[in-house]
């Protein structure tokens, strides 16, 4: 039996004890390796309107690409691993895929959904309304909206739920504050100042603490969950945007994006670990439950970084769809609760280290004894004493095989659960095929209704022929509406004209947005999507959504005013 995680260095002694523990270590990697399943990455594709399924393992890691809402953006995996929820910005949905089939399922919530998180028992769905400045809680069994919790604060962005399911965490990136919400009762408790411009955000296993990404001042602010106070503050890359907790508690991981790197903390140094470059403009980031692989989605080059967590490298990447702006809990695989290779080797490391530190001191006693004859009966009854303390140790480690073995049952018992939620699957396209045998039904009803409309449509055209006769005196009133027409075309120019000049809310960005797209189709189409003017008119769009994701809608009015300009200019020549 083969573990995929390297043994450290520390255990290649020669001491036969240490041979014990290094095999019953071996032992119990095993184990958790069989437990493990590859984990499954559902990255959202912001401008290709679909969700990515990636597997890290495969030969073929891009699984396959599911089509969702308008621009989505958060997505929360249940812990099952059964239900993925993706946020619609512009659809104002939540797009609910089912992972056997990838099948989708909508729900309706309020404007603007940004984040999506899940509560551990999988029974809540909880959903940001950026425009509405309210969280959506959905029933996970019946997709059905509970209830609507408005909260007063500005600019929601990312959202988070302690273990325990009694809290909800919201980012505020407007007014630097993090808000805090009451799941037990759906009611907002208040908020707290963090720094500039939170993002991201994540709740550590022990529901203890609470990492904010501050995109505006390169730092993560860490939240004692007790108290709902600032406990410090990590200095990490330029603009952080995702942040993700390890299943152990022991490392924070923050997606820096205009560093192209990946920051990750060290909970028991309370220092940064590693740095590691990833693709461009990273945006969001997630660990999968079992802490094996890291997943980064970046933004500009359109790929998903695979790290591993053991060596802190990257070992794939993979190409998805256009701006991969993914954040939140977005991994599939083993429930949480398996910690990666390096935490499940820390502590027991530390254990072989302090029995070599034992094995060392009871080596010196035996040379001292060499010296001492005449102590060698007493000192040897304490070097008894000693291995049998090992021996105790030993089988403290020989209990920790025992509960990964249990964890491997524990699995083994949800793999049923999910076979017979499928069986229920099965059932329901049953009653659907019966539906669509009545939808036939009626199909041909509506084919009767539509030969009597045109019955009716021949006895308009009857009357449209008499009405024909009596149109020849209207061309003198055809000029005089052309002309109210040019005027009334100008005065539409006009309208737009105050439209883009006008106050910048949400409403405003989008309309602007839509007929900047408008006219960069038509110049990529005259021009072709080479074209220097057209690169640069494209550019210019892309810098508008960008401020429209993070609600900077003055500064997306200006950038997709410069696009339409750029556009039209091609146009004209």
Not at 39 to 64: G, K, Q, W
Not at 255 to 273: K, L, Q
Not at 275 to 294: E, M, W
Request: hydrophobic share 40%; net charge neutral; glycine share 8%.
């Amino acid at each position: 039996m083969k573990t995929k995680c390297p043994l450290p260095k520390g255990f290649s002694g020669t001491r036969r004890v240490s041979g014990i523990l290094v095999a019953l270590l071996a032992l119990s990697l095993a184990v958790a390796s069989a437990a493990a399943a590859a984990p499954f990455a559902y990255i959202s594709n912001f401008m290709s309107n679909s969700v990515s399924v990636v597997d890290p393992t495969a030969t073929r890691p891009l699984v396959m690409n599911v089509t969702v809402g308008d621009l989505p953006l958060g997505v929360a995996v249940n812990p099952s691993g059964t239900r993925v929820y993706v946020a619609n910005f512009f659809s104002n949905t939540v797009s609910v895929i089912d992972t056997a089939t990838n099948t989708v399922a909508t729900v309706p919530v309020g404007a603007n959904p940004t984040g999506v998180a899940v509560n551990a028992a999988g029974t809540r769905v909880y959903v940001i309304n950026q425009f509405d400045r309210s969280v959506s809680v959905i029933n996970a069994s019946t997709n059905a909206l509970v209830t609507t919790i408005p909260t007063g604060l500005g600019q929601l962005f990312g959202i988070a739920v302690n273990p325990a399911g009694t809290r909800v965490y919201l980012s505020d990136t407007g007014a630097n504050a993090v808000g805090v919400i009451d799941a037990t009762t759906n009611t907002f408790l208040g908020s707290l100042r963090v720094g500039f411009a939170p993002t991201g955000l994540a709740v550590d296993p022990s529901g203890t603490r609470v990492y904010v990404a501050n995109r505006d001042e390169s730092t993560v602010s860490v939240i004692d969950a007790t108290t709902n106070t600032v406990r410090s503050t990590i200095l990490v890359g330029s603009s952080p945007i995702g942040v993700a907790v390890s299943p152990s508690g022991s490392f924070v991981y923050v997606a820096n994006m205009d560093d192209n790197t990946v920051s990750v903390y060290s909970v028991a140094t309370d220092s940064i670990a590693a740095t590691i470059t990833v693709g461009l403009g990273p945006y969001g980031v997630a660990t999968d439950p079992t802490g094996a692989f890291v997943f980064v989605g970046n933004d500009t080059s359109g790929t998903v970084s695979v790290i591993s967590a053991a060596t802190n490298t990257v070992v794939n990447t993979v190409r998805v769809g256009a701006n991969p702006d993914v954040y939140g809990a977005f991994v599939a695989g083993v429930p949480r609760g398996t910690a990666s290779c390096d935490d499940q080797i820390a502590p027991l490391q530390r254990q072989i280290a302090d029995l070599q530190q034992q094995l060392a001191a009871a080596s010196q006693t035996i040379n001292d004894l060499t010296t001492r004859n005449d102590a060698l009966g007493r000192q040897n009854s304490q070097l008894q004493g000693q291995i049998n303390t090992l021996t105790n140790q030993v089988s403290g480690l020989q209990t920790q095989v025992n509960n990964l073995q249990t964890q491997v049952t524990t699995l083994q018992s949800q793999l049923a659960t999910a076979n017979a939620q499928n069986a229920a699957l099965t059932s329901q396209n049953a009653a659907l095929t019966s539906q669509n045998t009545t939808l036939t039904s009626q199909n041909t009803a509506l084919q009767g209704q539509v030969n009597s409309l045109k019955s009716q449509i021949a006895g308009l055209q009857s009357q449209m022929a008499s009405f024909q006769v009596q149109l020849g005196p209207l061309p003198a009133e055809n000029a005089k509406l052309k002309a109210d027409l040019e005027a009334a075309n100008k005065a539409i120019a006009s309208f737009v004209n105050r439209i883009l000049n006008g106050k910048t809310d949400i409403n405003v960005a989008t309309a602007v947005r839509d007929t900047a797209y408008k006219m960069l189709m038509q110049a990529s189409t005259t021009a072709g999507a080479r074209d220097p003017r057209v690169r640069r008119a494209q550019a210019q769009y892309n810098e508008g959504l960008s401020a429209l994701r993070a609600g900077r809608y003055f500064h997306a009015v200006r950038e997709f005013r410069e696009a339409y300009d750029l556009s039209e200019r091609v146009l004209r020549h």
